[in-house]
């Protein structure tokens, strides 16, 4: 039989969006805003979305790209910006430089463009998560087949992408735990360190996540 370790408490969670009063009317603004933005902010604009009710631009994944296309209708710069995968970043401020460098190249292929108000300025939104207990624990790995499917959305934020801030080598709490176990379950580990979930759903990811380790405990 496998060695009980300490439990694997499942948590809940929401992201409160705080306003900070910085806002941008041209590119050259944004770069400069961004440069010093608090990184709650950049973490805000891009993955804050995914717990938004509703996030009515799914040709973009982060809130840059969407402003960039529909407000300044630079569909260049909103390519490049929309193709940034945060998890291939170590930190938000190797992710910062990644933000910075695109837009900086984008103003110099464009030149200087007028100083002028836009009737939508980028409006920069930092944020505080703010965690829930649920009083579900899962005592051995096993029973994680059973629990993500029902899972709120919100908890799957929570342990497998808020996760990535709080862990020792970045991973998702599914993970920090299960190594807890020794050498049992590396190959899970292994599986689940592939799955990027920047370009799904919550939704999708819970099911991507389900159908993973229904295979690996099936086996």
Not at 44 to 53: A, E, Q
Not at 96 to 121: A, M, N, S
Not at 169 to 175: A, C, K, N, P
Request: glycine share 6%; with cysteine.
């Amino acid at each position: 039989m496998e060695k009980e370790r300490h439990p694997f408490e499942v948590k809940d969670c929401a992201l409160a969006a705080i306003a900070t009063g910085r806002r941008a009317e041209n590119l050259k603004e944004l770069r400069d805003i961004i440069l010093t933005i608090h990184p709650n902010s950049l973490y805000y604009h891009f993955w804050g979305g995914l717990l938004r009710p509703s996030f009515d631009d799914p040709e973009y994944h982060n809130d840059f790209a969407s402003w960039a296309r529909h407000t300044l209708h630079d569909g260049i710069l909103a390519e490049r910006l929309g193709m940034i995968d945060p998890v291939a970043f170590p930190d938000l401020e190797e992710l910062r430089r990644e933000i910075v460098e695109i837009v900086e190249e984008r103003l110099d292929e464009t030149g200087k463009k007028p100083w002028f108000g836009l009737d939508e300025p980028f409006h920069f939104i930092t944020s505080q998560i703010v965690v829930f207990g649920t009083n579900r624990i899962i005592r051995k790995p096993g029973e994680l087949v059973g629990a993500i499917p029902s899972m709120t959305r919100n908890s799957v934020f929570y342990h497998f992408i808020d996760a990535r801030r709080r862990t020792f080598g970045h991973m998702d709490d599914f993970q920090a735990w299960l190594y807890g176990f020794g050498e049992r379950h590396v190959d899970l580990c292994r599986l689940l360190s592939t799955v990027d979930p920047f370009f799904s759903t919550l939704s999708e990811l819970r099911q991507q996540l389900t159908m993973l380790f229904r295979g690996y405990f099936k086996e």
